[in-house]
Structure formats: C-alpha cells, structure tokens
C-alpha cells in the first residue's frame, strides 16, 4: 500500500490506555496530526458502559460467571471478574500467550485499555526509587532522577486528579491533591496505635485518581459518588479513564484519528535515514495488512506487546529486533508481588458504621530500607500496605437464622467489624526474567504467540516474609483480636504491573531507551509504557507512566520543531 494523504501522519500512538491516552492528548494538543491505533474494539465513554446502573438482582445468577463462559477465561479469570466487567477482559482463546513459568498477563483490548478496569491508586516515586539500582549495584541505574520527573507529575495530577493526603515524606513526595477520602473509625484506630508503637510508620487514606472536589478536564468528569463500581466504567468520569479524560480532549483539538481494530505488529525503518517511517497492522476484522506513515512514533501498546511489535521490527539493521543492540529487548521483566499479609478481628465500635462504597482503603508507605543506612533485615528494598476495614453484612447471619423474625431483625443489623492489608513489594530486575516469541505458534493473525519466562526471587520471598510478620505486628498493637497470616502464593503477573523488557538507561550497551524514551538507535520512536522501566519501586506505577508519557511528548515536538526527527 503506497503512502497517500489519508494514511501519513505527523505522529503515531500504539495503544489507548493509560499512556497511550496521554500522548494522544498532548501531541494532539500541541497540533500534530495523530493517528491513535488500538487493537481492541472501540469503547466509548458512558455509552459503552452496559452494566455501570446494574444491582445483582437485575443479572442472572446474581452477576456471577456460568463455568461454562468461564472456561473460556482461563488465564484471564486468574485475577478475578464476573459479568459486570468481563467485557472489559480479553477472551484467551483470542488472545492467548505461553507460560514456561506460572505468570498471569492480565489484559483488555479495547479503547481506553486497562485505564478502564485499573486499581487507580497513584503514587508518585522518589529518588530513593530512582537512584536504587545504582545504590544497590543492581541492573543499570536510570538515565534521571527525581527532578527531572517532578514538574511532570504535578502536570499531569492537575488533570487527573488526585485524591490524598499531604504527609512530607522523603520516600513517598506528596502530589497535587484534592481533598483525602475518610478513613473509618476502626482504620484510624489503626492508625494511632502505629503512630504510638512506631517511629517511621505512617498509616493514611490510599492516594487515588478519583475527583472529590470539583470537575476536571475531559468528558463531563465530576465528583465521585461512593458508589464502588468503577471497573464496570465510571459514567461520571469520576476516575480517571483515558475514556473519559485523554482521548476526548485529543478528539477535542480535531487532530486525532482513532482506528480500533487496529494490530500494530511492525515499526517500519529507513536504513538510509536512520529513522522508522511508520507502522505496519494487521486489520483485526478484515486480516488486511495495511501501512502507515509517520514522522514519530510512540509505542504505549503496555510493557510486553510494546516490546513484540520492536521484537518483530526485524530488518538487516536490527536483526535481533529493532533497537535491540544491547540485548535486553524482552529481559528485566518485573511486577509487584502481593497477594499476601494479615487479617484481624475488631470487638469495638459496633455502634459505628460507614457511609456509601467508598472506592479506596487505607495505604502504609515503605518503612523499610529508607535512611542511610539499610535496616537489619535479609533483604533489599521495601514494601507497603494497602488495606481496609468494613463490617460483615445480613449473609453471615443466615446460617442461624433461617426463617422468620429472628432474621428479619438479624437482616438489618451489620456484622462485626473486620480488617486487613496486603503487602505490595518490590521486585528487583533480574535479566534471565524474560519474554520471547514463538513463531511455530502463531495465533489468528499471523503473529507469533508471546512467551514467559519469569519468576520471584529469594530477595521477593526474604521481602514478603518480612511484610507478613510486619502487618501481624501492626494489627496486634492497636489491640485487634484473632489475627491470622495469610498468603495465596500468587506467581509474577499477578500484580498487574509488568515493567521492565524495554529499559531506560544511560548506556545503549546496556539499555534500549535513552532518558528521553527515545530507542537509543532510532531516535523518532518513543516508548512510555511500563516496558520502559529501569527498576520497579513499590509504589503502584501508572502516575510515572503518565508523567513520563507527557515528558517524552513535549520532548518529541521541540525535537520536531529543531529538525532533528
């Protein structure tokens, strides 16, 4: 297909979640013609939303997945839905990968991606997290640090939105906040007792991209309404979405061209020029193979089909793949490891309770390893806690009370009170944590099928044995009763946060993005999505996708405007 005027762009952007969003806005915005490609089909903010009113009693089966349908979600139901969000989560059998080790690639194809179904919890990291690798001897240290991110978090928190509490941490630097969300009365209990027993404990309301204060910029975004339904799509753009945020501020400028259905495969690349000239996909419903032309390129497609599409930009100039000259393309894989922690009983406040669903819970940032010198523990690193406390509802009753007017009054009292937390940890980047291509097995369009082959660590395991015992330690202080551990063994995936495979670096020997997110070798393609990750802190990553999204897009257009792409 030759290049024409209806299929050359001044811009590409691969991919419509999180980051993907937030190049199309800003490149939009700052006047390039931009072609945004999604794989998946098209969702459209409110409209698309079909289950977003439904109560359990509207569905059948209450809104819980028949086996049969659910047989054909065995990767994907690993992380957990029912039929208020599986059409926000990819069907395996269209979508499948291999696993050499247990890891769950959770995903959705469609616009707006996992922006749509994602936890919203928005940290921003340090320079405890930026300057570790190199602290530590480990992996290679990250081309910037935390003053070169931090105007660009505060950037992009003024549209998002950010719910939380100012604290003045080091490790954990506040954000632009709109007004915290509550904690109940068993959470701040809680929180005193570990503000009395330990010294560098903070315990606070989770930082969240949910609007409590106002409207923001995009679809008709207003307040929250506690109404806990967010991953069925918010119809109050509450939180933020690139649905109801990014995407229609970039359709706003009249510079975007979406096009879902859209399998982006190929970073096409002139040898002559030293640059990619445009992008080559597969049409999903036609089979069609079709190009298109550009002057930049992002690839925002999330951190393991980014790096496919450079693994499958082979050429004489990149034989191995494009920008792949240091050999790291597909390695350092990493996520954050949770799944575990501690439970308590709570005998007091039963004359309390709490008002709506509140779409949060309580957050304890990393305590562990942050001053000078390294704690007394066998690990590297650290970790947090997410966590909450509620009260139990009539269905515990109905064992003892099966029938008339013992369980019409057991029905509208509330159950006892109980709390928890999970620990979120750091895992460190380990090259032989990898992904590569099989290309004996290709899949419906001719692609080849992504593999795995990645695990946790002794430094993971030291590290969550800790945060185990930690989270006892804190439940036992405030005086709660019947504490129990607990750990549900969950493999790397699990947290769905996969980082790393296309790293940031200050060496193109050792790394494939320079620290403009640039491949290093082919300067007009930027990566941005959690590929580009150098280490993995313990925070919850998205908030430095963005920042670095929109980072990396205001440096595409200077370099635009200087001629030098």
Known sequence: MS??????????????????????????????????????????HVEDYPTM??????????????????AKYPKQSRWGFDETTRHFYNKDEDHDYDEVKPFDWIRGAQVGGRSLIWGKQTYRWSDLDFEANARDGIGVDWPIRYKDIEPWY???????????????????????????????????????????????????IGRVAHITEGTKPGSGRVTCQYRNRCKRGCPYGAYFSSNSSTLPMAEATGNMTLRPNSIAFEVMYDKNKKRATGVRIVDANTKEILEFKSKIIFLCA??????????????????????????????????????????????RFKDKYYTGRRPNGFYIPRFRNIGAKRDNVDFIRGYGYQGGASRGDWSAVIAEHAYGKDLKQAIVEPGGWRIGMSGFGETLPYHENQMYLNYDKLDKYGLPTIVFDAEFKENERLMKKDWIVQAQEMLEAAGFKDIKSYDSNAPIGKGIHEMGTARMGKDPKTSVLNKHNQLHEVPNVYVTDGACMTSAANQNPSLTYMALTARAANHAVEELKKMNL
């Open 3 to 44: 290049a024409t005027q209806s299929n050359t762009f001044d811009a590409i952007v691969i991919g419509t979640g999180i980051s993907g969003g937030w190049a199309a806005k800003e490149l939009c915005e700052k006047g390039l013609k931009t072609l945004v490609l999604e794989r998946g089909r098209m969702v459209k």
């Open 53 to 70: 009113h439904l109560d359990p009693w509207d569905m059948e089966n209450g809104g819980k997945t028949p086996a049969d349908i659910l």
């Open 154 to 204: 505060a950037y992009v928190e003024k549209h998002v939105g950010i719910s939380g509490e100012a604290l003045g941490l080091p490790q954990l630097p506040d954000s632009v906040f709109l007004p915290p969300m509550e904690l109940n009365c068993v959470e701040k209990e809680l929180q005193t007792a570990i503000a009395k027993k330990f010294k560098n404990r903070v315990l606070t």
């Open 302 to 347: 999330s951190s393991m089909a980014s790096t496919a599409i450079l693994m499958q930009s082979k050429s004489d100039a990149f034989p191995n793949g494009m920008g792949n000259a240091s050999g790291e393309l597909g390695h350092n894989i990493m996520d954050h490891q949770l799944g575990a922690g501690a439970s308590a009983k709570v005998d």
